[in-house]
């Protein structure tokens, strides 16, 4: 719990959403490897600049390697290392927890929005 | 995967340090309660805007609940509900699994940045 733990550096970057989807869409194909545009439409929503910015935070982590072929134009390819593959178990569980959750959240946020807090604040 | 489910944008929230550390917390009291001075100082690092940020999100979410005792100044209480504290078995798992492999990454982060890459950019 130490402030300077750069384990909560590592908690941000696992946790953001894009982080485990791409984890997950990589876990799916393991231990086979998806080029960059494969990725791009296995994850409906996500930028090119942030899935490029996703997976090199993977990389540099040591959770995914990049593989370039020297065609014309480089093929460039992407799969979990083992230590992206042990972090698929952790993060699905995480998932797996948001969706089963998810209606009563939307029920507690719709009702919080209705009744302004009374009370002061914290 | 759906870009407007909305599970994405609670996995975000859930997903950071921050909620991580404070549920954490909320947790190791559980079912008892804690003032919010009381969590400030278990959750080293952070701030009181950021802590009254992250209580407000765990609340608006139905995560933890706020009990103000109406005493001059007024005492500001909160604990996890069970939906929280079902939450903090797959966080759990997440920062054990941060914790475990931190150092490897660490050094894989080193390593990364000393060879820069080669090949073009994905």
Known sequence: MDPRCPTRGLLERIGTRWTSMTVKVLAEQAPGELRFAELR???????????????????????????????VPPAVHYRLTAL???????????????????????????????????????
């Not at 996500?46 to 040591?62: C, E, F, N, P, Y």
């Not at 959240?105 to 009744?115: C, G, K, S, W, Y």
């Open 41 to 71: 439409r296995r994850v409906p929503g996500i930028s090119q600049k942030m899935l490029s910015v996703t997976l090199h935070a993977l990389v540099r982590d040591g959770l995914a390697s990049r593989r370039v072929e020297p065609t």
């Open 84 to 122: 992206g593959l042990s972090l698929e178990e952790p993060l699905a569980a995480l998932r797996a927890w948001a969706e089963t959750h998810m209606p009563q959240i939307d029920r507690n946020n719709r009702l919080a929005d209705r009744h302004t807090p009374d009370g002061p604040p914290a």
